[in-house]
């Protein structure tokens, strides 16, 4: 089994970095293949902009991000960046997402993975998505810890933002 | 009255960019100044990192953004990039975020602005939070454009994740 660890703290000794730390090992120790997606060692791009594209763009008069990623993507045309973390995503039977809460959602750091990393037509294509979307049969799991105590968070590990992502949890 | 728009889209001749150059133009015509903070013009740095801090660290043995930024802005050690929005929102009356929805919410580019620049001290100071944080007579606007049909959202413009904004939409 492998797992993609993408993982989003500036320090090692974080409660983050412990947790991540501890994933890695337990996970190694029952045989899985890790591999970490380390976004503030890699100081990962978090802008989703025309750089992402290496070639000519599609419609050159107006950017849309999303055509021209999705038309460099079946053309093999985005950026090294994020060819390495789709290949990632791809090799990946569980994807773990371990972030601390920022504004009630994920770091933008982590938030410019999921926009740059997750074209269309790698991760979805009209009309697969959702329950049927191209990454289907991978697991994902968020692990995140808040500032705050546990009675001013609703109960449940997932929130709004996240529960809506592409793979269903089962 | 003064106005910011918070804008982040790549392409001026994208329908944001005219939803945001259209509201430039009426409110300018009805006596409004105002700014716009162009944020891939810009280039604005969405990475929550230690070069935010300009100075030396409250706890250089173990980073904690959080905490660092709150001791940063008390002691006005921000980099300046963070200083100049924070004058800008701190001298609006109204803020719109104009943008275009990326994975059901903002790009990270504009999630990075949030986590940066709205930082604890600032924004909100415990127990001044949601209904009497620190900015709270201001007013916030969401205008986003989606890549889906209208029955493919539920209805009312604000997503889950914004509008937990901390000023009250009043």
Chains 1, 2 share one sequence.
Not at 52 to 73: K, M, P, Q, R
Request: charged share 25%.
């Amino acid at each position: 089994r492998k797992v993609l660890i993408v993982y989003a703290h500036q320090e090692p000794k974080s409660l983050n970095g412990s947790l991540k730390t501890v994933a890695v090992e337990e996970l190694s120790k029952q045989g899985c293949t890790v591999t970490v997606s380390d976004l503030y060692a890699m100081q990962f791009e978090p802008r989703a902009t025309r750089n992402d594209i290496v070639d000519c763009l599609h419609n050159s008069d107006e950017f849309n991000y999303g055509v021209e990623t999705w038309e460099a993507y079946k053309r093999g045309g985005l950026s090294n960046d994020l060819i390495e973390e789709q290949k990632k995503v791809q090799d990946a039977d569980l994807l773990i997402f371990q972030f601390p809460l920022y504004w009630f959602s994920m770091p933008a750091i982590m938030k410019g993975w999921m926009d740059r990393v997750l074209v269309q037509g790698f991760a979805h294509e009209f009309p697969n998505c959702y329950d049927s979307g191209l990454l289907k049969n991978k697991l994902a799991l968020f692990s995140f810890t808040t500032g705050g105590s546990k009675e001013m968070y609703a109960k449940g590990g997932i929130n709004g933002d996240i529960r809506y992502l592409l793979w269903p949890m089962q």
